[in-house]
């Protein structure tokens, strides 16, 4: 199982808005709608932002949404904030009761 | 609020074995399912394998095949992973996380430290 890809960075300025991909196959992130996205801080566990592509678990602000088109999802943060820089990792459900995490993306915000 | 315990930080010698545990602590997951993540150092999240016990089910990472055992617990809301025959390269923080429906890992433990060096 190969791990999903994602860009290695991305940055931005506070307010303005990020997206990351997440590029997968037909038989992980376009064969089921569980791709999830977490956000991990430096020396702290990860912590789901988005579930099922585009749901946001209680207490995740609104500034994150996610979508997907194909095999691509991607997790977009809009009004960037400081406390938001961290790396971001999507996994997705890849049948078989197996999942498959992405290599993971720092954002930097500027 | 439930949360994930794990054990503590473990060195060991190549060719030996390590079982960490993770126990929920704040609350009951029931016959949940777990899975077990690691991320070695300066590396992204690898998923290792997964548990389901209410069916019995376990499954594992193709990598890890033949070296790794997930086990749950229900009576002490305990879950575990052995891994066998340590390389240096397993060196990593290893992760239990609660597995909500295969749709997201929804609750973190704070991770195992295991380190790997003669």
């Known amino acids: 199982q190969s791990a999903l890809t994602q860009p290695r960075s991305v940055s931005g300025s506070p307010g303005q808005s990020v997206t990351i991909s997440c590029t997968g196959t037909?038989?992980?992130?376009?064969?089921?709608?569980?791709v999830s996205w977490y956000q991990q801080l430096p020396g702290k566990a990860p912590k789901v932002v988005i579930y099922?592509?585009?749901e946001r678990p209680a207490g995740v602000p609104d500034r994150f949404s996610g979508s997907k088109s194909g095999n691509t999802a991607s997790l977009t943060i809009s009004g960037l904030q400081a406390e938001d820089e961290a790396s971001y990792y999507c996994?997705?459900?890849?049948?078989?009761?197996?999942?498959?995490f992405g290599g993971g993306t720092t954002l930097t915000v500027l | 609020q439930v949360q994930l315990v794990q054990s503590g930080a473990e060195v060991k010698n190549p060719g030996s074995s390590v079982k960490v545990s993770c126990k929920a602590s704040?609350?009951?997951?029931?016959?949940?399912?777990f899975g077990w993540i690691r991320q070695a150092p300066g590396h992204g999240l690898e998923w290792m394998g997964v548990?389901?016990?209410?069916?019995?089910?376990?499954n594992y990472a193709q990598e890890f095949q033949g070296r790794l055992t997930i086990s749950a617990d229900e009576s002490t809301n305990t879950a575990y992973m052995e891994l066998r025959n340590l390389r240096p390269a397993d060196t990593a923080l290893y992760l239990c996380?609660?597995?909500?429906?295969?749709?997201?890992?929804?609750?973190w433990g704070q991770g195992t430290l295991v380190t790997v060096s003669s």
């Open positions: 996380a609660h597995l909500w429906g295969n749709r997201v890992f929804d609750i």
């Open positions: 996994c997705s459900f890849a049948g078989g009761n197996t999942h498959v």
């Open positions: 548990a389901i016990p209410f069916v019995g089910i376990t």
């Open positions: 037909r038989d992980d992130v376009g064969a089921y709608k569980y």
């Open positions: 704040g609350g009951t997951l029931g016959n949940s399912d």
């Open positions: 099922d592509v585009d």
